[in-house]
């Protein structure tokens, strides 16, 4: 078993930012105090899965730690048919070797378990005391909305009215317009 940390750059951000082994994403821009490259902190959205944010020529791209370091050192292509499943069932342990990948049937049948059995794209948000409904179009997580507790039904509405209309995506701000007036006239037309 490999206990060395191994950094590999991150496709697309070559001389920007690597990823390890172990789950940990750094950037090359030497830090003001030091010349050492820094360990991005991480954000949580979704059933604790961490996140970074990575910049190039000014534009912003969030994606999973888990999806990284299964890019670089598994060969997992983002958008593909397979999707990243963590062994021990822990969003927190990004090691590649706690990741494989699997069909994404297998992924769900198998995700049937503690973390809350919430419908596809559907999540509790604990900050906000809400449920969060959100999907992730070309590895960018668009946010759909957050609902109160008892409207599990409609938060799951959204996400399945997003899945419809994927194509008609043009920025976040536009597609949730897009969302709301179409789960509305389903509404209304029922």
Request: one cysteine or more.
């Amino acid at each position: 078993m490999n206990t060395k940390e191994t950094w590999k750059s991150i496709t697309g951000y070559e001389g920007y930012y690597e990823v390890s082994n172990f789950g940990r994403v750094r950037s090359l821009h030497i830090s003001s105090k030091g010349k050492e490259p820094i360990i991005l902190s991480t954000k949580s959205l979704c059933k604790g899965y961490p996140l970074v944010y990575l910049f190039k020529n000014k534009v912003r791209k969030t994606i999973f730690i888990h999806q990284l370091v299964a890019q670089e050192f598994l060969g997992y292509v983002i958008g593909g048919d397979k999707v990243v499943d963590h062994i021990d069932e822990n969003p927190l342990n990004n090691k590649v070797t706690n990741l494989q990948l699997v069909s994404i049937r297998y992924n769900t049948s198998k995700g049937k378990r503690k973390m809350g059995n919430y419908p596809t794209g559907v999540c509790f948000h604990k900050r906000q005391n809400k449920l969060n409904s959100q999907l992730q179009i070309n590895g960018k997580v668009v946010f759909l909305g957050y609902f109160n507790i008892d409207e599990i039904e409609k938060a799951s509405d959204f996400y399945k009215i997003a899945v419809e209309n994927v194509e008609k995506y043009e920025n976040n701000k536009q597609f949730r317009e897009l969302i709301n007036s179409l789960y509305s006239k389903s509404k209304n037309s029922a």
